[in-house]
């Protein structure tokens, strides 16, 4: 783990940006990484080295034939990162934008037949799905997610597949519940009834957490945002299949390959992504004898599910002599405290408290985190709860254990304060 190896997190910590202070406010614990995780240091440089370059690719001349090989290994390193090997990778405006477009694509191109969804999932893959499944004269079917553990698994959705499911779309974890999802196993049993059905699959919210196996899990599309995984705002990153590939899509007329760019190609967006498998692979090294750059960040993925579950029970159970969120009786803990489907996210509610007090008394005490609303991002979690809001508390493998004390410290003078106000 970690935050075993002696050294290893202040290494990790000083190769982001902001790690510990706001510019803005000073000093801070960052636990709104679900919402945006700290950016590498080396994505900084990058960004501003490459943003200054006036050449576009395409030229006869040595600066538009180095924009060309940056272009060139980041989609090796994307490949890398998804396991990948077949298929293609590129990159659009954001991650929602690029789901809107691999399901318009997998909608328009399937034969007649039904969309299949779930209640769990963003409503970037909700809202792309009911569009084009009206669009294109298609019934969508929403799976029910189970409200309890915040999740869905794959006998929830056996007895809404039919023969005739088209396009099918799995989120991989919740930014709400932070609940993970078996994407293989749903893949399974989505092949074993309509083996022909194109799954496309929202990887945002997974992606900086580590594990991305698309080799195992028999899908055709598979989405995410860089700025959630290291990397910065301005640019999504998806893998289609060669099934999904095929489809029509728009490109410009005449184009090579027909492409999914659409317009210049921003050279920095795959750089900075190279910057980002770079980074996975270097923590790899530090956590494992592996010499092979995929198992280095294999290992480098295992250390960060490692790490960011010892923290999330450090913050459930309790560190040193602070108890956890699980012992404070005013606190309700979305997903139960026992989840091992939980990945670096802990959302809760306090009775008694709206959640936007909440976070907004930890950011005066120096704790970022963010509301959950059930608004259009979050009802179909939160309001089956009985919820009109959230705390979500999202951790990353930068995080600390004396920033989870800090934490409940913080969470329990907020708590003790509300019920002396509500006695």
Known sequence: MINSRPGLLDAVRARFAHVD????????????????????????????RLAAIPDNQGRDNPASRALV????????????????PAGKVFV???????LFRLIRAACVGAPPGRVLGSTLEHPATR??????????????????????????????????????????????????????????AIAAEIRAVAPDCLIIVDGIQHAAHGRIDIAGYDIDGYVISPYKVFSRHGYGVAWVSDRLDVLRHEHLIGAPG????????DTGAYATFSDVVDYLDWLGGEVSEATDR??????????????????????????GNLKGLADMPSVTIIGGAENPLREGLVSLSVDGLAAVDVVSALRHRGIRTYTRKADHYSANVLEPLGLAGAI????????????????????REITEEGAALSG
């Open 69 to 84: 090989s940056l272009i060139d290994k980041g989609r090796e390193d994307m490949r890398l990162f998804f396991n990948a």
């Open 258 to 265: 027909a492409p999914w760019e659409l317009g210049t190609r």
């Open 21 to 48: 202070v706001c510019p803005f406010e000073g000093p801070r614990v960052f636990f709104e990484n679900a919402g945006g995780a700290l950016t590498l240091n080396s994505v900084v440089e990058t960004s501003a």
């Open 127 to 184: 809202s792309a799905a009911r569009h084009w499944a009206e669009v294109t004269d298609r019934p969508h079917v929403l799976v029910a997610h189970d409200a309890p553990t915040g999740s869905v698994d794959a006998a929830a959705y056996r007895p809404q597949i039919t023969a005739d499911t088209r396009v099918a779309t799995i989120l991989h974890t919740s930014p709400v519940t932070g609940m993970g999802v078996d994407v293989a």
């Open 294 to 319: 995929r198992a280095r960040i294999v290992a480098a993925g295992e250390a960060i599910h490692a790490h960011e579950q010892a923290l999330t029970e450090a913050m459930i159970h309790g560190t």
């Open 392 to 411: 979500r508390v999202s951790l990353c493998h930068y995080n600390t254990v004396a920033e989870v004390a800090a934490f409940l410290q913080a969470i």
């Open 92 to 98: 659009g405006e954001s991650g929602t934008e690029l």
